[in-house]
């Protein structure tokens, strides 16, 4: 499993370069993206497409080449394979059929932009791609707004501006937002805005909305912590209806009305079970 650049091709490691150089076939997630990694290194291999598509077909092909004895590097387009990516089906495969899988680490987009976002140090959940519908996006963000982490996300271009309008919808136009594009490339750009004016920096320029995203929403306030909202939320559901119970608990408490929402709503179906 080896890491590859996420945008400065010499951000590679050399153990990185002699795995690949080493190797008897390089698995690619685009074979196009990888050649071209190859030739700026001046490397050759045997490449075999391993995407989101293929990738059942593509894990029992290379467990076969592992059992005639062949060494496999297996890479995505940018970053370390199996994180938003494909790879983890053929690890496990490979793992099953009893061959040993050795990581190679190096770049990672999401520790890349957390390392730079200035963000306090603590607890961080990386949530990867949120859904692509504004719905499913929402019902999603309510599931874990009010936990108490830093939030990371990926993003693609053509979704940032809706996407940022839905954090702020669901989590809180309060809340500050790192957003980090481009990263390690000619035109990287990390900007910290609160949430209610993300929108509108990226519509400033069309510039802005290009390439790919990392998403960091700082973590809700230690007051904010479902933990100290949750008990008088319970209590309050075996009294009252549903509506009433959130208007108070957020009234009480300062918490967000959608993360109480969500919360009773998984609450009232346990009392009534």
């Not at 150089?21 to 700026?40: F, N, P, Q």
């Not at 059942?56 to 370390?80: F, N, P, W, Y």
């Not at 959940?125 to 859904?131: I, K, N």
Request: charged residues 25%.
């Amino acid at each position: 499993m080896v890491a590859t650049p996420i945008g400065n091709l010499e951000d590679i490691s050399p153990r990185a370069l002699e795995s690949l150089a080493r190797a008897d076939a390089i698995a690619a997630e685009d074979t196009r993206v990888t050649a071209r990694l190859l030739e700026h290194h001046r490397l050759r291999g045997k490449l075999i497409p391993v995407h989101e598509h293929n990738e059942r077909q593509s894990a029992d092909r290379i467990v076969e080449e592992l059992a005639r004895g062949k060494t496999i590097a297996l890479v995505t387009d940018a970053g370390t394979p199996g994180i938003s990516d494909p790879g983890a089906l053929v690890v496990a495969r490979a793992r099953a059929a009893g061959f040993r899988v050795v990581p190679i680490p190096g770049p990672n987009a999401a520790v890349t932009a957390l390392s730079a976002a200035g963000l306090p140090d603590g607890p961080f959940l990386f949530f990867g791609f949120l859904p692509a519908k504004s719905t499913a996006r929402r019902k999603a963000l309510a599931r874990i707004g009010a936990l108490p982490y830093a939030l990371v996300f990926h993003e693609a271009p053509h979704r940032i501006v809706e996407s940022v309008e839905d954090l702020a919808a669901v989590l809180g136009a309060d809340r500050s937002l790192v957003l980090a594009r481009e990263l390690t490339k000619m035109f990287e750009e990390i900007h910290r805005c609160p949430l209610r004016d993300a929108a509108g920096w990226l519509r400033e320029n069309p510039d802005r909305q290009r390439g790919e995203f990392v998403l960091i929403v700082e973590g809700i306030q230690a007051q904010e912590s479902a933990a100290d909202w949750e008990p008088l939320l319970s209590a309050l559901l075996e009294e009252m209806p549903l509506a009433r119970a959130v208007k108070i608990t957020c009234k009480l408490t300062g918490a967000k009305k959608n993360g109480v929402y969500e919360r009773a709503l998984g609450l009232s179906g346990r009392i009534r079970d």
